[in-house]
């Protein structure tokens, strides 16, 4: 299954090669640590010892035939919230670790995506009605700036004749892109004020 993710699955997600090790570790992380959250299938071993551990004290309970759950559940919720807590600390161990082995430019790139509501793009329900959703080339698009990889299928000079970048397509003020961007902020805002205000109008 691992071989089948590696090899068929990231690719046709993030229209890039085959990962390496470093790099399939680091999208096995969850969202909120930089990662995709494209979990390792060997590493479910470890997940199934943990929800042994959080489910012992109900499967006493049930075992001595108890009526009365309340103290075994109180008992899972403070495994559970332990559990979580260790499962986090991993988490944060291993995207540190893994900084060492990566390039400065992808280490720059793990760094940005790991703030908070950096990674809220792919953990919110795709709802169309709230701008949620993404078409396929535009989910690639996003997966290869979120770890700074140059986009497919672009030019390699900007009409202004300059090296096209990333970083210079958002700075460029050569065909309006500056403008566009502020008119999608402008536009956003007066959406959302036409929902709570009354007579907004957009000039």
């Known amino acids: 299954m691992e071989k089948v993710i590696r090899s068929k699955l990231i690719p046709t997600l993030t229209?890039?090669?085959?990962?390496?090790?470093?790099?399939r570790?680091?999208?096995?992380?969850p969202c909120r640590c930089g990662g995709l959250g494209i979990i390792n299938p060997s590493s479910l071993c470890t997940e199934f010892d943990r929800l042994k551990t959080v489910t012992a004290p109900l499967v006493s309970a049930i075992l001595d035939q108890q009526q009365?759950?309340?103290?075994?559940?109180?008992?899972q919720t403070q495994l559970k919230s332990s559990m979580k807590?260790?499962?986090?600390?991993?988490?944060?161990?291993?995207?540190?670790?893994?900084?060492?082995?990566?390039?400065?430019?992808?280490k720059r790139a793990l760094e940005l995506a790991s703030e908070k509501g950096a990674s809220s793009w792919l953990t919110s329900l795709p709802i169309a009605d709230h701008g949620f959703y993404l078409?396929?080339?535009?989910?690639?698009?996003?997966?290869?700036?979120?770890?700074?990889?140059?986009?497919?299928?672009?030019?390699?000079?900007?009409?202004c004749g300059a090296?096209?970048?990333?970083?210079?397509?958002?700075?460029?003020?050569?065909g309006g892109l500056p403008s566009v961007r502020h008119n999608e902020v402008h536009d956003y805002f007066g959406q959302l004020l036409n929902e709570v205000c009354n007579?907004?109008?957009?000039?």
């Open 163 to 174: 090296p096209f970048t990333t970083n210079h397509a958002m700075n460029c003020p050569t």
């Open 68 to 75: 009365d759950l309340t103290d075994a559940s109180n008992k």
């Open 15 to 23: 229209d890039f090669k085959e990962p390496g090790d470093t790099v």
């Open 85 to 106: 807590r260790q499962k986090q600390q991993e988490d944060n161990d291993t995207a540190k670790s893994l900084e060492h082995q990566l390039s400065l430019q992808l």
């Open 25 to 29: 570790s680091l999208f096995a992380l």
């Open 199 to 203: 007579d907004v109008q957009i000039e």
């Open 135 to 159: 078409h396929k080339a535009a989910f690639r698009d996003g997966v290869q700036l979120r770890y700074d990889w140059r986009p497919q299928h672009i030019a390699d000079v900007c009409i």
